[in-house]
């Protein structure tokens, strides 16, 4: 394979960048990390927001293409690089990833984003955010829990990792770690995430890996 030119701009805490560092690791990418820091607002910079006029990261630059939003990126490198396949042949199992992908991305991930935190903090007064955040990921647990009891092997979707995985282990792990959740109620997920925690692909795209980590 030729020599890639794949740029991503990322910021070490996000959930979402972290969904396509696992993808380009598993489909072993070699890309250039560019930190932008959120907390800096580095996404607003003019630079930055031609790659992405909504100022969210990630965004992917390979070549002259550029891309943005995490499952637009993972699509995109799972038509042009085909090796280490994201979706399962059989529909079936990859309408659950798809799924399983869209709950993570579309009724979890944008409640515990830091500018909703932050307006949540303000209009409601400190200490409200957390709640906030709980309950959006209790109530995307429980329908994962529901979705995938029926499919899940050592995976999400059965004993290869797919899509769901690239989604399910930043969310787990932003839950336990930043959110310090309970997780006694979803048992295949802490199941899952002890999977994922002995693959390399998935625990070298983690936040504390990253180069612009900051430990708190």
């Known amino acids: 394979m030729e020599e890639t030119q794949l740029k991503l701009y990322s910021h070490w805490r996000s959930s979402c960048s972290c969904r396509v560092g696992i993808g380009l690791n598993l489909k072993r990418l070699k890309y250039e990390y560019k930190a932008v820091n959120l907390v800096k607002g580095e996404q607003f910079s003019p630079e930055f927001s031609k790659l ?32 280490h396949p994201l979706l399962p042949q059989d ?20 409640f515990q984003n830091l500018v909703v935190l932050k307006y949540i903090e303000e209009k409601c007064g400190s200490g409200e955010e957390l709640a906030w955040v709980k309950h959006h990921i ?16 050592k995976y999400a979707t059965g004993d290869e990792v797919f899509l769901a ?9 932003a839950a336990l770690k930043w959110f310090n959740m309970d997780m006694t109620e979803f048992p295949l997920l802490l199941r899952l995430n002890d999977a994922y925690n002995e693959l390399p692909a998935f625990q070298d795209a983690m936040p504390e890996k990253q180069p612009d980590y900051i430990p708190s």
């Open 52 to 83: 992405n006029p909504l100022n969210f990261v990630p965004a992917l630059v390979d070549g002259d293409i550029v891309v943005a939003d995490s499952f637009a990126i993972l699509m995109y490198l799972e038509e042009k690089y085909p090796q």
């Open 138 to 153: 209790e109530k995307g647990f429980a329908a994962l829990e529901k979705l995938l009891k029926d499919h899940a092997g």
């Open 91 to 110: 529909l079936h199992k990859r309408a659950i990833n798809y799924q399983a992908a869209n709950i993570v991305s579309a009724n979890i991930q944008p």
């Open 165 to 173: 995985d690239l989604f399910l282990a930043p969310q787990i792990h």
